[in-house]
């Protein structure tokens, strides 16, 4: 297949499909060509099933916000409702996003040792995968740039696609690596956290691939164009790239930092689970704001009894984090971060269309920044 066009007669929506069903739908088209694709190079039986059964059991679960945000942002950006072909292109990109994140979540269950996700077994926790589950962390991701290839290799910004899921995959990995070995899950050392630290390991861990992957594809498809096609002599023109990347880490930022909140203060009814980064020894915004703060007193307390397997440490530390007034420095916090990603979404002009070069437009920030505020969950 060379372009994208070839592949949708193999893909019609469905009447009456939500838009997590229509999109799930483009996922059974991707499974299908990437298992064909595995069985022409004269792949036996059972190697063919381990890879579907890879791809079924870690692609399509989960809340798959990343994905859809593509279909959300490529919908925003034109102004209007996709033909069929612009749909599963978007759609087919949202899927790339989340074949990343399954290949960074398994191999980083592994890292962690975690036992479960997504109410699930952990894939190298499944009978017989164990290390196997190396390997398919590295199948997840080369399915990417088959995908890539099958379908954008003919378009303008095919390259630029390439560009930008090898740079995310990279930065990704360096933000691994530096959660990794400050925070190790059976080495207890809080004189290696910061609020800096932890600000490095979002960013690069979490925000570059949530946040902005997602957009800038959408933003490559629609034709957006870079700086050093819009730049006018006197350089005022501003790289939308670049503006894009400045709303959008600081939004990821803030994501982030409400989820790790949450996991202190919000109930399991509320998230759905039973918060665990104290006992996990996670380097999280909690934490390290508290150990920004605390008295020698509770700085002891913290020290003793943080990242322990026990129940009364935990509490231990919760109870210094009230003592803290988490809650209220969590609200003060939120305020200012909602306010900051505003004006930063406000300096976006939506008068730098030309002709059919379309532009950027507030609202694909503001519909992310709309669905974190003030979440519960």
């Given at each position: 297949?060379?372009?994208?066009?070839?592949?949708?007669?193999?893909?019609?929506?469905?009447?009456?499909?939500?838009?997590?069903?229509?999109?799930?739908?483009?996922?059974?088209?991707?499974?299908?060509?990437?298992?064909?694709?595995?069985?022409?190079?004269?792949?036996?039986?059972?190697?063919?099933?381990?890879?579907?059964?890879?791809?079924?059991?870690?692609?399509p679960g989960g809340k798959l916000n990343r994905g859809l945000s593509v279909v959300d942002s490529v919908e925003i950006l034109k102004g209007r409702s996709l033909s069929n072909d612009e749909y599963f292109k978007a759609a087919l990109l949202g899927w790339l996003v989340e074949l990343l994140q399954s290949s960074f979540l398994v191999s980083d269950d592994m890292m962690d040792q975690t036992m479960t996700r997504r109410g699930q077994p952990c894939w190298y926790r499944v009978d017989g995968?164990?290390?196997?589950?190396?390997?398919?962390?590295?199948?997840?991701?080369?399915?990417?740039?088959?995908?890539?290839?099958?379908?954008?290799?003919?378009?303008?910004?095919?390259?630029?696609?390439?560009?930008?899921?090898?740079?995310?995959?990279?930065?990704?990995?360096?933000?691994?690596?530096?959660?990794?070995?400050?925070?190790?899950?059976?080495?207890?050392?809080?004189?290696?956290?910061?609020?800096?630290?932890?600000?490095?390991?979002?960013?690069?861990?979490?925000?570059?691939?949530?946040?902005?992957?997602?957009?800038?594809?959408?933003?490559?498809?629609?034709?957006?164009?870079?700086?050093?096609?819009?730049?006018?002599?006197?350089?005022?023109?501003?790289?939308?790239?670049?503006?894009?990347?400045?709303?959008?880490?600081?939004?990821?930022?803030?994501?982030?930092?409400?989820?790790?909140?949450?996991?202190?203060?919000?109930t399991p009814e509320q998230i759905g689970k039973i918060g665990t980064d104290i006992i996990a020894n996670k380097c999280s915004w909690c934490i390290n704001t508290a150990l920004a703060i605390a008295s020698p007193a509770q700085r002891k307390i913290l020290d003793d009894n943080y990242g322990q397997k026990d129940v009364a440490k935990e509490r231990a530390v919760k109870q210094v984090f009230e003592e803290l007034d988490m809650r209220e420095k969590y609200k003060i916090y939120e305020e200012g971060a909602y306010q900051r990603i505003m004006g930063l979404i406000d300096t976006i002009s939506e008068h730098q269309e030309s002709g059919d070069v379309p532009g950027l437009k507030r609202e694909v920030f503001k519909s992310f920044l709309d669905k974190i505020y003030k979440r519960s969950k």
């Open positions: 297949m060379s372009s994208g066009s070839s592949s949708v007669v193999c893909w019609k929506p469905t009447n009456g499909q939500n838009s997590r069903e229509k999109f799930e739908s483009v996922f059974r088209v991707l499974h299908d060509e990437l298992i064909a694709h595995f069985a022409s190079k004269g792949m036996p039986k059972d190697a063919i099933e381990w890879y579907s059964r890879n791809l079924n059991y870690n692609v995968v164990n290390l196997l589950a190396i390997n398919d962390s590295f199948m997840l991701e080369g399915a990417i740039y088959y995908l890539l290839k099958a379908h954008f290799r003919t378009e303008s910004y095919y390259v630029d696609l390439v560009d930008l899921f090898h740079e995310t995959t990279y930065l990704t990995d360096m933000g691994q690596l530096l959660d990794l070995i400050t925070a190790p899950e059976d080495v207890v050392n809080l004189s290696k956290f910061s609020l800096e630290k932890h600000r490095l390991i979002v960013i690069y861990k979490t925000a570059y691939y949530s946040f902005y992957l997602p957009v800038a594809a959408a933003m490559y498809m629609c034709g957006i164009p870079t700086f050093d096609s819009t730049a006018m002599c006197g350089g005022t023109t501003p790289d939308p790239y670049k503006l894009a990347l400045d709303i959008l880490i600081p939004l990821g930022e803030y994501f982030q930092i409400q989820d790790d909140f949450l996991d202190y203060a919000g």
